[in-house]
């Protein structure tokens, strides 16, 4: 099972690739909106490879909750221990 | 004819990325030299095609675009972005960045900065797309078809849709007089610089980006074109497969690219003394009403094209120097577009030094007005016209003048034309006059 750390490092490469925001940027109190200028269209990118890195189900109701990159990735621990 | 007005319109930038250069500058040179920009693709879907050449750009726009920004515009987007740029940039208006430095919506933010003193109400754009972003589409497809709808990108519709160049020009210089994206297949990129014309005639904005883009080298156009049996089969020879109005062409060669011109109303050019290249001096734009693909094989469409460009310009056949003809190296196409040159222009055509730069370009369908008025508008302003390759035989039934060396043009006051027409029965003549 990956640790919170290296689900953010993970994660901030996609945040990286998706919106060039730099990967060191995307710690866990950051919010993707107010801090990293990530867009409601790049945040379904987001989203959707991190599903795919992750092997996770994150439901489209439930993305309005991932305010911080800190929500995701206890989202994504989550997902994977259930 | 009555113009709608008097003012006058003049070209104070040019940008272009093709198959022969990744600028202005490169292309012009590779042009007056002669340079082919067809080769054999590199693509691993090449080989399962009856055509395996085209003309792709000297440069990829990903090298010039920053990652962020290029991952989300399709490739016609791409293309249109980094011309548009560099006439922003040649025109005066756009700061002496280039668009690599910048990243994402902070990359448009310091282009609108740079505007200068342009009331940004009074910015418009006119770019122009054949085919539109059908890369994008085909891979989005490709994405539901294979791995579902959930990776269908958000982002696909912004890219796909035939407005995107056009729109994201906008953003990039701050445009809000009216941005605009006419389709009229391969006559689409002088139709948006005809409506750039109007746009500035009609008191409705002072400058104006217009071009057009194209980005189609992908398999199922060429295979789309392919079974219209309209493209050069001419795989062992790529350099040669371009060859209007001889007597061996056999289609024409797909090309991609972008060529974008700030089109200008001449006293705000003059006012902030801006570089004037040439006039703008009018347009003619017909339909033929004959068939969907086929030219009128008598070129009426055409001939009443160029007539009405004569009009709208108040210029007479004797005027006219130089055109650079449509000619796509089709064996139809190209004799139509020569009748209609002899009809509109009669005796003065014998006096007309003819070129066709897609012996060179390939066809960039979209994309070809606007390349083709950037070659007219430098061949006026530098005076020299240039080469038409590949013509060795010349047919028979085109009894024109056509440079198959550079040729220079005289001094004194010239006019020049250029030809676009396309699927659909669309014809559109410019007419260009030395500043």
New interface residues.
């Given amino acids: 099972m990956a640790s919170t750390e290296e689900i953010r490092t993970d994660l901030a490469e996609i945040v990286n690739e998706v919106a060039g925001v730099p990967a060191d940027d995307v710690q866990l109190d950051k919010s993707f909106v107010d801090d990293l200028d990530v867009d409601s269209l790049s945040m379904v990118e987001v989203v959707v490879a991190a599903e795919e890195k992750f092997d996770v189900k994150i439901p489209d109701d439930e993305v309005k909750n991932l305010k911080t990159v800190g929500d995701a990735v206890a989202f994504i621990e989550r997902a994977q221990t259930a | 004819m009555n113009r709608p007005s008097n003012r006058t319109v003049v070209v104070t930038g040019l940008g272009a990325t093709t198959p022969v250069g990744g600028d202005i500058a490169s292309t012009w040179a590779a042009l007056l030299a002669g340079s082919s920009g067809v080769a054999r693709m590199r693509h691993d879907w090449a080989e399962q095609l009856t055509t395996t050449i085209a003309a792709e750009v000297a440069v990829e726009p990903t090298e010039v675009l ?3 920004r290029a991952r989300r515009l399709d490739r016609s987007g791409q293309l249109a972005l980094i011309a548009a740029l560099e006439a922003w940039t040649d025109c005066g208006l756009g700061g002496s960045s280039p668009p690599s430095e910048g ?3 902070d990359a448009a933010d310091a282009d609108r900065a740079t505007a200068g003193s342009v009331d940004p109400d009074r910015i418009g754009v006119v770019c122009a797309s054949g085919i539109g972003g059908i890369q994008t589409l085909l891979a989005n497809y490709d994405a539901l078809v294979q791995r579902g709808p ?2 269908v ?3 696909a519709i ?1 890219m796909l849709m035939p407005n995107s160049p056009a729109a994201n020009i906008g953003l990039a210089v701050g445009a809000r007089a009216g941005v605009h994206t006419p389709v009229s297949a391969c006559a689409s990129g002088n139709e948006a610089i005809a409506l750039a014309a109007d746009m500035i005639r009609l008191n409705r904005a002072e400058v104006v980006l217009a071009g057009g883009t194209e980005a189609c080298v992908h398999p199922l156009p060429m295979a789309a074109f392919g079974s219209m049996m309209a493209l050069s089969r001419r795989n062992d020879d790529p350099e040669a497969a371009s060859r209007p109005w001889d007597v061996d062409r056999d289609g024409f060669v797909l090309g991609e690219g972008a060529g974008m011109l700030v089109v200008e109303a001449a006293e705000h050019a003059a006012a902030r003394g801006a570089r004037v290249y040439a006039e703008l001096a009018g347009a003619g734009i017909t339909a033929d009403s004959h068939d969907i693909a086929q030219p009128d094989p008598t070129g009426m469409g055409a001939t009443r094209a160029i007539g009405r460009a004569l009009d709208d310009s108040g210029l007479d056949p004797g005027d006219i120097a130089h055109i650079n003809a449509h000619a796509t190296s089709t064996p139809q196409g190209d004799v139509a577009e020569a009748l209609a040159i002899r009809a509109a222009l009669g005796a003065a055509a014998d006096q007309v030094v003819l070129t066709a730069t897609k012996s060179m370009t390939g066809h960039l369908l979209g994309a070809a007005g606007a390349l083709e008025s950037i070659a007219v508008v430098l061949a006026l302003h530098h005076r020299t016209v240039p080469p038409t390759i590949n013509l060795d035989r010349q047919d028979e039934a085109v009894a024109l003048d056509i440079a198959t060396k550079q040729r220079d043009l005289p001094a004194g006051d010239l006019a020049a034309l250029n030809n676009s027409f396309g699927f659909g029965g669309h014809n559109v003549a410019l007419a260009f006059r030395t500043a």
């Fill in positions: 920053e990652r962020v990243a994402g919506d959930r990776r990108s958000p982002l912004p």
